[in-house]
């Protein structure tokens, strides 16, 4: 199954990727080399919180090389959704009660990010603007009840 992502989230993912194979892996390495160095590993801390390191290490490579062999990355500028709201778009809303506007990127899973304004596309308010228009209005459920906005305009930034 295709991961989608913006190409800002696979450069982020490629970043830490590097970042974990050429910094953290060698750092793991070198703790356990010297936690073994202190002796009986049956009773040794550093030994077993260095091992811990290690397999979450090695699982979140495994984890962003898999995400990577299988995203779809779009870039958002090229996107020709006439209009429409899709994956990579940018959407200005208006709370239709508080008056309240709102901005949104909607982005893959490892790339949403509510203090920068970038919502995953299998969150709520994703799932009701895909497809709507400027001019549209969504309902969305949100943990204190559903929220209605409307579409004030959709770019593809």
């Given at each position: 199954m295709?991961?989608?992502?913006?190409?800002v989230?696979?450069?982020?993912?490629?970043?830490?990727?590097?970042?974990?194979?050429?910094?953290?892996?060698?750092?793991?390495?070198?703790?356990?080399?010297?936690?073994?160095?202190?002796?009986d590993?049956?009773?040794?801390?550093?030994?077993?919180?260095?091992?811990?390191k290690?397999?979450f290490?090695e699982?979140?490579?495994?984890?962003i090389?898999s995400k990577?062999?299988n995203a779809q990355v779009?870039?958002?500028?090229?996107?020709?959704?006439?209009?429409?709201?899709?994956?990579?778009s940018?959407v200005?809303?208006?709370?239709?009660?508080s008056?309240e506007?709102?901005?949104?990127q909607i982005?893959?899973e490892?790339e949403?990010?509510?203090?920068?304004?970038?919502?995953?596309?299998?969150?709520?308010?994703?799932?009701?603007?895909?497809?709507?228009?400027?001019?549209?209005?969504v309902?969305?459920?949100?943990?204190?009840?559903?929220?209605?906005?409307e579409?004030?305009?959709v770019?593809?930034?």
């Amino acid at each position: 199954m295709a991961i989608p992502l913006t190409i800002v989230g696979a450069e982020m993912l490629r970043a830490e990727l590097h970042r974990l194979k050429t910094i953290e892996r060698p750092a793991v390495i070198a703790a356990i080399s010297e936690a073994r160095a202190h002796g009986d590993l049956s009773e040794n801390a550093e030994y077993d919180a260095a091992k811990e390191k290690q397999g979450f290490v090695e699982g979140r490579i495994l984890e962003i090389e898999s995400k990577l062999s299988n995203a779809q990355v779009v870039d958002p500028k090229l996107v020709d959704a006439d209009g429409a709201c899709v994956f990579g778009s940018t959407v200005d809303l208006e709370d239709i009660n508080s008056k309240e506007k709102v901005t949104y990127q909607i982005v893959g899973e490892d790339e949403a990010d509510i203090k920068v304004a970038k919502v995953s596309i299998s969150s709520p308010i994703a799932r009701a603007l895909i497809g709507k228009y400027a001019g549209d209005q969504v309902d969305v459920q949100a943990p204190g009840g559903v929220k209605q906005y409307e579409i004030l305009d959709v770019q593809y930034l």
